[in-house]
């Protein structure tokens, strides 16, 4: 259960100034509709999976960048946004072992429920993003540890502070964020966008109760490298 009530001091406390978060938004937003708009995950219909796959981690980079920027100027350093530790190897175990158990009861459970449930298929867009080839797949496992890394910032670690601060409530972040999360994947459709947004919730959630975002992270990585070699495989 999720209290209402502020984890601590800095709960509802912004992160970054109200134009900065509209700055953020709007690149989300951007990338999701011209994805949608092309049938295609951003970048790869116009350039070849390759140069896609280079073109989104150069995009998320900057965009990580640009909230180290903003939370910076509140005196807020990027360590704090991801918070947890691995100082001994016992926490990094630890952090694994959540981010597996989430991933199978989460990611392959729970969500491939809603999926199956919704009748979602993959569109072409999903099916030609998935990497061939071993430069393909290993362009890829860099996406996925670049996605792993950079999305838990850009939507746990920041949007959802920014949402919390908004509506002054720890679950207003939480499930805010995980919309935002669905809508900036439209190159997938609208069913995948609302499974993708209920998974954005979940992860929220697990950002919420660990106080960190390195599970999360883990299992991002696992989801999207992992399990989209696999996919990639099994769609072919």
Same mark, same amino acid.
């Given at each position: 259960?999720?209290? +209402?009530?502020?984890?601590?001091? +800095?709960? *509802?406390?912004?992160?970054?100034?109200?134009?900065?978060?509209?700055?953020?938004?709007?690149?989300?937003?951007?990338?999701?509709?011209?994805?949608?708009?092309?049938?295609?995950?951003?970048?790869? /219909?116009?350039?070849?999976?390759?140069?896609?796959?280079?073109? &989104?981690?150069?995009?998320?980079?900057?965009?990580?960048?640009?909230?180290?920027?903003?939370?910076?100027?509140? /005196?807020?350093?990027?360590?704090?946004?991801?918070?947890?530790?691995?100082?001994?190897?016992?926490?990094?175990?630890?952090?694994?072992?959540?981010?597996?158990?989430?991933?199978?009861?989460?990611?392959?459970?729970?969500? =491939?429920?809603? @999926?199956? !449930?919704?009748?979602?298929?993959? =569109?072409?867009? &999903?099916? =030609?993003?998935?990497?061939?080839?071993? &430069?393909?797949?290993? !362009?890829?496992?860099?996406?996925?540890? +670049?996605?792993? #890394?950079?999305?838990?910032?850009?939507?746990?670690? *920041?949007?959802?502070?920014? #949402?919390?601060?908004?509506?002054?409530?720890?679950? /207003?972040?939480?499930?805010?964020?995980?919309?935002?999360?669905? &809508?900036?994947? @439209?190159?997938?459709?609208?069913?995948?966008?609302?499974?993708?947004?209920?998974?954005?919730?979940?992860? @929220?959630? !697990?950002?919420?109760?660990?106080?960190?975002?390195?599970?999360?992270?883990? +299992?991002?990585?696992?989801?999207?490298?992992? /399990?989209?070699?696999?996919?990639?495989?099994?769609?072919?």
């Amino acid at each position: 259960m999720i209290s +209402t009530q502020a984890a601590t001091d +800095t709960s *509802y406390r912004p992160v970054a100034p109200a134009w900065h978060t509209i700055i953020v938004l709007l690149i989300l937003f951007g990338l999701s509709l011209a994805g949608a708009r092309s049938g295609s995950m951003p970048g790869i /219909g116009a350039h070849g999976r390759v140069a896609g796959y280079v073109l &989104i981690m150069v995009v998320e980079w900057i965009t990580v960048a640009f909230i180290w920027y903003g939370v910076s100027r509140r /005196g807020i350093p990027m360590s704090d946004v991801v918070a947890g530790s691995w100082a001994r190897w016992v926490y990094f175990l630890r952090d694994l072992g959540i981010a597996v158990a989430f991933l199978l009861i989460c990611g392959i459970a729970v969500v =491939n429920g809603i @999926g199956y !449930l919704l009748k979602a298929q993959p =569109n072409q867009a &999903i099916r =030609n993003m998935y990497p061939h080839g071993p &430069i393909e797949v290993m !362009l890829w496992l860099m996406l996925a540890l +670049t996605a792993g #890394f950079c999305e838990e910032v850009i939507f746990r670690g *920041y949007l959802q502070r920014q #949402f919390a601060a908004l509506t002054r409530a720890a679950i /207003g972040g939480i499930v805010l964020q995980g919309l935002v999360f669905g &809508i900036s994947h @439209g190159y997938q459709g609208w069913k995948f966008m609302l499974v993708i947004s209920v998974y954005g919730l979940l992860f @929220g959630l !697990l950002a919420h109760w660990r106080r960190s975002l390195r599970p999360g992270m883990i +299992t991002h990585f696992l989801q999207d490298g992992v /399990g989209g070699i696999l996919a990639g495989h099994f769609l072919r």
